[in-house]
């Protein structure tokens, strides 16, 4: 005969207590509509993803994990029971993931949509308020892919940049660049190399003082790290070259202005020496600004002078002098308003001029003539 009263086999979920579980784990191939599902929705975390596709499926193998946080898990940990883990420990491997994750997406996972790699990033900013731009109903679709785990297991982020730091990673030439292309000085072509360190710098949460749109965050994503070019992101995100290239250019003046301010803050606490000076230690100056400035004219024009004195005297005048002393200059000029003539006679030093000796040498010449003749009508009477 049958036994009655038998305990069921099977009973409902609502009537056995929990098991104590540290966490749920889900195994999958990676899409962009399953891993925001399961991101978004459920709270889980990626911490593997492998880095091959299936051969069959095409997908890469991706593994999230979900702690579990309940009441009689935290009383057991406060009790010291070992088997478990303490809270928080899933926050290691998922920053662990995502700093492997942004040095790979240049290799294996460089032909990932933006979208997918920025979701899987974990970095995007808040979604933008509709209307914000010509890019709003993009923006909402890379936000709402990329939103963060409700769970907060992405709340642990690298310390953010210091001025060291920056100096470490980046030379003067190389912020100098980077101004010049914020001031549309450059191409961007000139600043690619810098692109690298300051996506990953972004995406590990280092550079809190900046703060990009979901559409320039998939651009810093996609240049920066998987080293696509201007024309594959207009493709991929559907929007012309130059509304790609002009937010570009304000995504690296956002952050140009960031680190040229670390820089300049740590330069200006180094000069003030952390001290302050108050309005009344300061002092006003002794001496009127027009007397001050009269006192230095003078003294440069003294300068001056001394100067011209000192080249002429190293000059040789004496072949520009000119002959004849002053009585002979008045001489030459007498003749009241009449005009002088094109050539002036001044008798030169130590004798007289040519034009006077040759009128004084007239008159004896004909007193020379002259004397023959008289000799022979004397000798003729």
């Avoid at 929990?18 to 990676?30: A, K, M, N, Q, T």
């Avoid at 303490?86 to 240049?106: I, N, Q």
Wanted: proline share 5%.
């Amino acid at each position: 005969m049958p036994r009655k009263a038998l305990p069921p086999l099977l009973v409902k979920l609502s009537e056995r207590a929990p098991e104590r579980l540290h966490y749920l784990g889900v195994s999958f191939g990676i899409t962009e509509t399953l891993f925001r599902f399961w991101k978004t929705r459920n709270g889980f975390a990626p911490v593997y993803l492998r880095q091959t596709a299936n051969d069959l499926t095409g997908e890469h193998t991706c593994i999230m994990l979900k702690p579990l946080d309940n009441e009689r898990f935290l009383a057991a940990a406060s009790a010291g029971d070992a088997s478990i883990a303490r809270a928080g420990w899933a926050d290691t491997y998922v920053r662990d993931f995502r700093r492997r994750f942004l040095a790979l997406l240049s290799f294996q996972f460089r032909t990932f949509s933006p979208q997918l790699a920025l979701s899987i990033s974990h970095a995007s900013p808040p979604p933008p308020a509709a209307g914000a731009g010509a890019d709003a109903s993009l923006s909402s679709s890379l936000s709402s892919s990329s939103s963060s785990s409700s769970t907060g297991t992405d709340s642990k982020v690298d310390a953010p940049l210091t001025a060291a730091a920056v100096n470490g990673m980046f030379t003067s030439f190389d912020l100098k660049r980077l101004d010049s292309y914020s001031r549309n000085l450059v191409d961007y072509h000139v600043i690619l190399d810098l692109l690298p360190a300051l996506a990953r710098a972004f995406f590990l949460q280092q550079l809190p003082g900046v703060k990009l749109s979901a559409v320039q965050s998939a651009l810093l994503l996609a240049i920066g790290l998987q080293h696509q070019s201007i024309d594959d992101m207009e493709k991929a995100l559907g929007l012309p070259a130059s509304q790609l290239l002009a937010l570009f250019n304000k995504m690296m003046r956002k952050i140009s202005q960031h680190l040229h301010s670390l820089v300049e803050r740590e330069v200006s606490a180094t000069v003030a020496g952390g001290v302050s000076v108050g309005r009344d230690e300061m002092q006003g100056l002794g001496e009127d600004l027009d007397d001050e400035l009269r006192v230095g004219g003078g003294e440069a024009m003294e300068g001056l002078r001394a100067k011209q004195t000192a080249m002429l005297k190293t000059l040789d005048l004496q072949e520009y002098s000119i002959g004849g002393t002053d009585k002979d200059w008045n001489e030459a000029l007498a003749g009241g308003t009449r005009l002088p003539t094109s050539t002036l006679s001044v008798r030169a030093e130590g004798g007289v001029s040519s034009k006077k000796k040759r009128k004084a040498e007239e008159p004896a010449a004909a007193d020379v003539d002259d004397e023959p003749r008289g000799g022979g009508g004397g000798g003729g009477g």
